[in-house]
């Protein structure tokens, strides 16, 4: 099925460890993105790609790294990750020139102890 | 940047009940969608509704661009209906960014 592909759904870290989500989609879309969940505060935006070979920061980009890798793949990096980082990560996409909205994948629960 | 507030926050109904939850932004936008998070946590995209009217079954949504708020309605609510449901707006000014309100939870019970 088409969409959007996340892995892992699940990883625990030790503090100070790194580790990369990775996301990939197949529809073709231009513009891809990261978010994190937490309890009461919505999705923020961590990260974008506004296309192919291009990476902008969102609201709380301080302790990633992503990179777009090409279209179809966008990646985000913990480079050592701390407590506050435990949250839920959704990878999502959109072909801005199309009206049909994004996509989300279905999330990675990443817990920092 | 944009303020997205949605209400009511929680919302309990019995099954078969209807509802309206609405979802009011502070600027003007150029995308407007409403998600369903499910009991298991995936986002699920019911509407992409800038503005006008939509209806999907049991789901319909209306967005007033000009008074700048958005309405989804749940009719003959079921229990699969339980979860939390976000608005996203994207305004003008921001060519890719999707802002989220903090949700309603909505539960419905047999």
């Known amino acids: 099925n088409a969409g959007v592909t996340q892995t892992p759904k699940f990883q625990v870290l030790k503090t100070g460890q790194s580790m990369t989500l990775q996301c990939a989609q197949d529809m073709n879309h231009n513009s891809m993105y990261w978010y994190r969940q937490d309890p009461g505060m919505g999705l923020r935006l961590i990260y974008y790609?506004?296309?192919?070979?291009?990476?902008d920061k969102g609201e709380v980009p301080n302790g990633y790294n992503v990179s777009r890798l090409n279209k179809r793949e966008f990646s985000l990096r913990l480079e050592s990750a701390a407590p506050s980082q435990t949250s839920v990560y959704f990878c999502?996409?959109?072909?801005?020139?199309?009206?049909?909205?994004?996509?989300f994948g279905s999330g990675t629960r990443l817990t920092v102890v | 940047g944009i303020q997205v507030e949605q209400s009511p926050p929680d919302l309990i109904l019995q099954e078969g009940a209807n509802s309206t939850l609405r979802c009011n932004f502070s600027d003007s936008v150029n995308n407007l969608q409403w998600f369903h998070q499910n009991p298991w946590g995936q986002l699920i995209n019911l509407f992409y509704i800038p503005s006008g009217t939509k209806q999907n079954g049991r789901l319909s949504a209306t967005t007033v661009a000009t008074e700048r708020y958005s309405l989804l309605y749940i009719s003959s609510s079921q229990t699969t209906d339980s979860g939390v449901y976000f608005c996203?707006?994207?305004?003008?000014?921001?060519?890719?960014?999707?802002?989220f309100g903090k949700g309603t939870l909505l539960t419905v019970n047999p």
């Open positions: 790609s506004a296309s192919e070979g291009t990476t």
């Open positions: 999502a996409s959109s072909e801005p020139r199309q009206s049909y909205g994004y996509t």
């Open positions: 996203a707006v994207r305004s003008g000014g921001s060519n890719y960014k999707l802002t």
